[in-house]
């Protein structure tokens, strides 16, 4: 029995319905609540959704910048119910702080510098951000080949992008598009489609939203808390 989560940072609920994204809805689908998070952070949501607790008060006393170097024991997730885990790039686990901290380096940058400045630095924000997602790509469809009983391959692309380019309506469902094609490669027995939160427009940028998206190929898990997903997929596995 194989189960699979995609992650996919920032995917936004009315985006999957805009672009029409087939399979990132599979059968069931519909927004996560994370009502119990005073802010939808990245870090936070994702730390909350491996151990199944909610852990916004530990990751902020940590600060913006060390929140990052967070690194949640294996033994403290759910992935430790697994016999041959293998978890992709995931945030409070293993993600590539380096990766991180050149996209949150060149966005300050962005903002701080004039607007007929701004091109170049935009180009190369997100030639790293396509750079990354490719690497990424290759080794979730790898892996997925691989005979392993649980595969995480988390995807940050759509919220980097998003940030400085969700009012560009093309690039943003180009990768709507990209995700979904990755999902109808994906056969598991048990598949979760998950974001930590959505992304709303601010100007011709994006900010996360208060909500997040799921789907799944076996239940109707109605308005679940990103905190439950643990719980789910144990009771699947057991």
């Known amino acids: 029995m194989k189960t699979v989560v995609f992650g996919i940072d920032a995917l936004e609920y009315d985006k999957v319905l805009e672009f029409q994204c087939a399979n990132l809805k599979q059968k069931f689908f519909g927004k996560t609540d ?20 909610n852990k916004e008060n530990e990751i902020l006393e940590r600060g913006d910048k060390e929140m990052w170097n967070t690194r949640i024991k294996f033994e403290d997730t759910f992935f430790s119910m697994f016999k041959d885990p293998v978890i992709i790039d995931l945030p409070g686990y293993n993600y590539d702080l380096a990766v991180h901290e050149k996209s949150r380096k060149l966005l300050k940058t962005f903002f701080e510098t004039k607007s007929e400045s701004r091109k170049k630095i935009l180009e190369e924000y997100n030639k790293d951000a396509f750079e990354h997602h ?50 109808s490669k994906i056969d598991a027995d048990t598949l979760l489609i998950l974001s930590d939160h959505g992304m709303k427009a601010i100007g011709d940028f994006g900010d996360h939203s208060e909500y997040g998206f799921w789907s799944t190929n076996f239940s109707d898990l109605k308005n679940p808390k990103i905190t439950e997903f643990a719980s789910i997929l144990k009771d699947i596995e057991n």
């Open 34 to 53: 994370i009502t119990d998070f005073s802010q939808p952070r990245t870090m936070v949501l994702w730390s909350s959704f491996m151990t199944g607790m």
């Open 134 to 183: 490719k690497k990424v790509k290759e080794q979730f469809l790898k892996t997925l080949e691989e005979d392993h009983d649980f595969v995480l391959g988390y995807f940050s692309v759509i919220d980097v992008i998003g940030h400085l380019n969700f009012g560009n309506t093309a690039i943003m469902k180009m990768l709507y598009k990209e995700m979904d094609e990755i999902a």
